[in-house]
């Protein structure tokens, strides 16, 4: 509580046990207005023990609310340099959150295990929140009003104009998730397309999906290590898949898309990115993504991102860059499990789970609008 009367970005409304409400900063244009409302004051040992992970424990047991997550999470971004402590938390709780991201190291016995935690809790699931081509990444939007599936379909476009396809070349998909790219690349650009995946969940809608389109002529998918990929292709795609390859793979990672690329083809990779400022840190100290959402997770950040793939060879000559679109598409995304609960609760998800998720969305969310965090389209071409 010592730090709250100093932090001077944005409005934070704190509503104890009792009711009594506390405000602390001073509002601008442009800054958050964030609430806090606890049900008790267990939270606070929590937040001083646990900082940001802390935060979200406690929320998920029920411990607080706020009636909008993502100001809050943007105004603790904007304060965070004055409440170090708070951040991170106690020593040995940091220490014990490094041992646990290291053991979710992704070899490849690890990968299979931290992909379906996350990606194998059920079509059903996702089915009842994301848009119908089955995308899980940021979509681009031309307007604020164009539909999720319009806009992740203008992302598959902007994707194919940068490799500029042809009917007949052959690409190579690593993490093809659930199959909506193959599909509209074979459909659209009559490319030969072939998904790798390590869901069991995703390989079968994906093989369902292109067997109901009838582009099985075109399409393929397997349950396949990226670094078991033999074949050469003319292109290669991978989206929003390296976030889940871990800092000690990346070699590996781009040597593969290297062995797997054809002299003078492109790669186009998506990937969610971490400012270079806040790097550090986050390497030391994993955080609630990496703990409770995507086990064993780690963004470069773009100039780790450049050095990591010239090491092996390649140069980024595109790029873009829309953070806010992913803003906007988890919005869609949070909206749309809200009104979906009462079903998703049906298939046998608990209260628990309903807060984790929420947290998860809302906290991406803020990290996008307060741009600390960023997605792009890279374009590699070996030099």
């Known amino acids: 509580m010592k730090y709250l009367p100093h932090l001077d970005f944005g409005t934070l409304l704190f509503t104890l046990p009792s009711g009594q409400t506390l405000t602390f900063g001073h509002q601008h244009e442009g800054e958050p207005r964030a609430e806090i409302r606890l049900h008790s004051l267990k939270p606070l040992r929590r937040f001083l023990q646990g900082g940001q992970l802390g935060v979200a424990e406690s929320y998920m047991a029920g411990e607080w609310d706020s009636p909008d997550l993502v100001a809050l999470v943007q105004w603790a971004l904007g304060n965070e ?42 079509n ?70 072939h998904g790798v995946t390590l869901s069991q969940e995703q390989l079968a809608f994906a093989r369902a999906r292109i067997e109901s389109a009838k582009l099985d002529h075109l399409c393929s998918f397997s349950l396949t290590d990226y670094r078991d990929v033999e074949a050469q292709y003319d292109h290669i795609v991978s989206i929003e898949m390296f976030e889940a390859v871990g800092e000690e793979h990346w070699d590996t990672y781009f040597t593969q898309l290297k062995n797997c690329l054809r002299p003078g083809g492109k790669a186009i990779l998506q990937i969610i990115s971490i400012d270079e400022t806040r790097f550090e840190e986050y390497r030391r100290n994993p955080d609630f993504i990496q703990r409770y959402i995507f086990p064993g997770g780690m963004l470069p950040s773009p100039e780790r991102l ?52 929420l947290f998860y969305l809302a906290y991406c969310e803020g990290g996008f609008r307060y741009k600390t965090i960023d997605v792009g389209l890279y374009q590699l071409e070996a030099k």
């Open 306 to 357: 450049t050095l990591a793939a010239a090491q092996q060879g390649f140069d980024i000559t595109d790029q873009l860059l829309f953070g806010l679109d992913y803003a906007t598409t988890l919005a869609r995304w949070r909206h749309r499990f809200i009104e979906q609960w009462p079903r998703i609760q049906a298939q046998g998800f608990d209260e628990r789970f309903r807060r984790m998720w």
């Open 81 to 122: 340099a004055k409440m170090p402590e708070l951040n991170n938390g106690k020593a040995w709780i940091r220490a014990l959150n490094r041992l646990i991201h290291l053991k979710r190291s992704n070899t490849k016995k690890g990968s299979r295990k931290n992909i379906a935690y996350h990606y194998d809790l059920g």
């Open 124 to 193: 059903d699931f996702y089915q009842l929140w994301l848009d119908e081509s089955m995308t899980y990444s940021a979509a681009l939007f031309a307007h604020e009003n164009q539909s999720l599936h319009q806009a992740q379909l203008n992302k598959y476009r902007r994707i194919a104009e940068m490799l500029d396809l042809k009917p007949g070349q052959q690409l190579l998909e690593i993490g093809c998730g659930w199959g909506g790219f193959a599909e509209f690349a074979a459909h659209e650009f009559g490319v030969k397309v």
